[in-house]
């Protein structure tokens, strides 16, 4: 049993022993995280009662690897943006295609995302990079703070030393020198968030514990849906709050499903008028066919050792479905037929992720389905994408006023700010097990053992 493994068995068994039986101190945390507004649709954003433990080793691998990873996705995109051939082979939109080719004004492709990966072991799997408007660090954050004074939680530092990995400073300070290089005088620049707002509320936003945390480093901050912006006389504003710097978190395609190139938020970043973060270049490597050009190595051939190294053991095999021959381990394969044949290893997967298009695991279907599923595949912008095995472990929760354990799907997504990996979130999910109520964020913590 390795140490990690170790830590999760002494956590969880002091739940079911000594004081902590008595769940009163969950319903504390409880009822610290609903006076928190960490909930979201009615429900709280973590019903779990374990932190997701990594290794110092793991970490560093992820920060790492991570990086070099970014590093290899930011050329891609580079030799993307000046030819338009390999801009075709991400499908994007005629509309995202036009707000690409504007220069943002600043260096960074994507000051703040998020990459999220499969972590088990020495093993570390990258399945998506999310650049378009990354979610969780605010959230994972905040829990971070929450858990590390919980009872059992103190119980268990006493054994071994816990290190949060917030990356909330390291946002605001990403913001900040991306709004410097954009050009921008002001020493304290009026911050919008972004966002879509729901008709009804569910509970706090993510986006409101930022707004909440720039507040407290002096900033004037104001969270903005897309229907309050006006712009005139050169001034993006909301009302009579004038902008500065948007922290745009909405996705370049979903704004695009409501709004056109007309929105002010587009005529004043076409005017740079205003600094926009991440800039509407970060939806080319939001696209899943992104990953198709890192693991094509007729591609990358000639990017530097370690970014290679980082593709090729780190990012599984992918390819934007099309009827072409293309390269699988070193050898030249007619696409379509690939797919059809190796079905118990492959997996199809929207484009982008704001579509309604579904997602197969070939592992999970019949020969039939999967034909089926291949035929939408090819009318659609799709990707194919080699298996990847889940992470599984057993987290505990309360159900009913009783202790319970289950096994979940455990997502560790890295958050990086100007392509240096600052902290990361845990996701816990049912995965393809089946339906489950219980899901949600974790907070994240290094474990090293006390000598």
């Keep these: 049993m390795s140490q990690l493994d170790e830590a999760v068995v002494r956590y969880n068994k002091l739940l079911e022993s000594g004081p902590f039986r008595d769940l009163a101190w969950v319903e504390a945390l409880q009822q610290r995280m609903e006076s928190s507004n960490l909930a979201a649709g009615g429900r709280l954003i973590c019903p779990f009662l374990r932190p997701n433990f990594i290794s110092r080793r793991q970490y560093d691998s992820l920060v790492k690897t991570g990086e070099s990873l970014i590093g290899a996705i930011d050329r891609v995109q580079q030799m993307v943006l000046s030819n338009p051939a390999l801009l075709a082979r991400l499908e994007l939109l005629p509309a995202e295609k036009m707000l690409a080719a504007i220069d943002p004004g600043y260096q960074a492709l994507e000051v703040a995302a998020r990459l999220d990966t499969h972590l088990v072991n020495g093993h570390l799997h990258f399945v998506q990079y999310n650049a378009d408007s990354p979610t969780g660090a605010g959230y994972a954050d905040a829990l971070a703070d929450l858990f590390y004074d919980c009872p059992p939680v ?54 409101e514990l930022y707004r909440d945390f720039f507040r407290e480093e002096g900033y004037e901050v104001e969270i903005v849906s897309p229907e309050q912006l006006e712009y005139r006389n050169g001034v993006l504003r909301k009302g009579a709050f004038e902008i500065d710097l948007v922290y745009r978190r909405l996705g370049v ?49 000639r990017f530097p050792a370690a970014e290679r190294k980082a593709i090729r053991e780190h990012v599984p095999w992918t390819r934007l479905v099309t009827a072409a021959k293309t390269t699988y381990d070193d050898k030249t394969v007619d696409l379509l037929e690939f797919i059809a044949q190796n079905r118990e290893r492959m997996a199809l997967k929207p484009n982008d992720d704001y579509s309604d298009q579904h997602s197969y695991f070939g592992w999970e279907m019949d020969s039939a389905g999967w034909d089926r599923a291949l035929k939408q595949a090819i009318r659609s912008p799709y990707v194919v994408q080699e298996r990847v095995d889940p992470v599984r472990s057993t987290f505990p929760l309360m159900t009913f006023g009783h202790l319970e354990f289950r096994e979940m799907q455990v997502d560790v997504h890295p958050h990086a700010y100007l392509g240096k990996v600052h902290g990361c979130s845990s996701w816990l999910s049912a995965g393809r097990a089946g339906f489950s109520s219980a899901f949600g964020i974790v907070p994240t913590f290094i474990v090293d053992p006390k000598s």
């Excluded at 900040?176 to 569910?202: D, M």
């Excluded at 929105?263 to 005017?271: F, K």
């Excluded at 991440?278 to 051939?301: C, I, P, Q, Y």
Aim: glycine fraction near 4%; proline fraction near 2%; aromatic fraction near 14%.
């Design 154 to 207: 103190k119980e268990f530092r006493k054994k071994y030393t816990l290190t949060r990995t917030g990356s909330r400073k390291h946002l605001l300070a990403a913001l900040l020198k991306s709004y410097k290089q954009f050009g921008g005088k002001s020493k304290k620049p009026r911050i919008a968030i972004v966002e879509f707002r729901t008709a009804y509320n569910f509970g706090q936003s993510e986006y």
């Design 253 to 301: 395609q979903e704004f695009l499903l409501r709004f056109d190139l007309t929105h002010p938020l587009v005529q004043a970043y076409r005017d740079r008028a205003v600094c926009v973060v991440n800039s509407f270049r970060s939806e080319v490597a939001h696209k899943k066919a992104m990953f198709g050009l890192l693991t094509d190595e007729t591609f990358t051939a």
